[in-house]
T-cell receptor, first 109, second 116 residues
Framework: KQEVTQIPAALSVPEGENLVLNCSFT??????LQWFRQDPGKGLTSLLL?????REQTSGRLNASLDKSSGRSTLYIAASQPGDSATYLC????????FGKGTKLTVNP | SAVISQKPSRDICQRGTSLTIQCQVD?????MFWYRQQPGQSLTLIAT?????????ESGFVIDKFPISRPNLTFSTLTVSNMSPEDSSIYLC?????????????FGSGTQLSVL
């Protein structure tokens, strides 16, 4: 059974800092991995999708990497801003989509 | 991409009553997914709704408790029946979209349900 773990559960950083969010999964036979952002009172917004054959994807200040063999993905956020404050979820697809519990990020001005 | 309108955004309900959540998509989609997010927990898939057929429920979820309708390719409802405080969660609908082979999940804004 696929299990997805996100560490840390919560993170607070000052504005401008670069940061890394971690996601690990137990079954490396995944089709893809997706990072989402969840804001209070809003749904999930897809940030980056990494196919199993890819090692990383970039969008603006976000960079996601994937190491299937070790069952890990990281989401790198450069020059963090208060508007980045949200919960970040990763999800992997094997037979079905399995989500982690998320990392709650607070960026302090 | 797909834009999903979900309502209500939140509700407070009494034990024993039922609530129907609606999702409208701006394009035709084959499958719609319904998720539950309990406090402090990850998203859990409740069921997959296909137009013209019965929804497929995941382990631990049953049709009597979570009846789903899918009358056409752009709309679906999820009903939470005979509610108890344990049903207090965020409920989200979702669809796949994007280029073939590079599909992403798109979500509605969620329904925050509190059962007293």
């Amino acid at each position: 059974k696929q299990e997805v773990t996100q560490i840390p559960a919560a993170l607070s950083v000052p504005e401008g800092e670069n940061l890394v969010l971690n996601c690990s999964f137990t079954d490396s036979a995944i089709y893809n991995l997706q990072w989402f952002r969840q804001d209070p009172g809003k749904g999930l917004t897809s940030l980056l999708l990494i196919q199993s054959s890819q090692r990383e994807q970039t969008s603006g200040r976000l960079n996601a990497s994937l190491d299937k063999s070790s069952g890990r993905s990281t989401l790198y956020i450069a020059a963090s801003q208060p508007g980045d404050s949200a919960t970040y979820l990763c999800a992997v697809v094997t037979e079905k989509l399995v989500f982690g519990k998320g990392t709650k990020l607070t960026v302090n001005p | 991409s797909a834009v999903i309108s979900q309502k209500p955004s939140r509700d407070i309900c009494q034990r024993g009553t039922s609530l129907t959540i609606q999702c409208q998509v701006d394009s035709q989609v084959t499958m719609m997914f319904w998720y539950r997010q309990q406090p402090g927990q990850s998203l859990t898939l409740i069921a997959t709704a296909n137009q013209g057929s019965e929804a497929t429920y995941e382990s631990g979820f049953v049709i009597d408790k979570f009846p789903i309708s899918r009358p056409n390719l752009t709309f679906s409802t999820l009903t939470v029946s005979n509610m108890s405080p344990e049903d207090s969660s965020i409920y989200l609908c979702s669809v796949e979209g994007g280029l073939v082979g590079n599909e992403k999940l798109f979500f509605g804004s969620g329904t925050q349900l509190s059962v007293l």
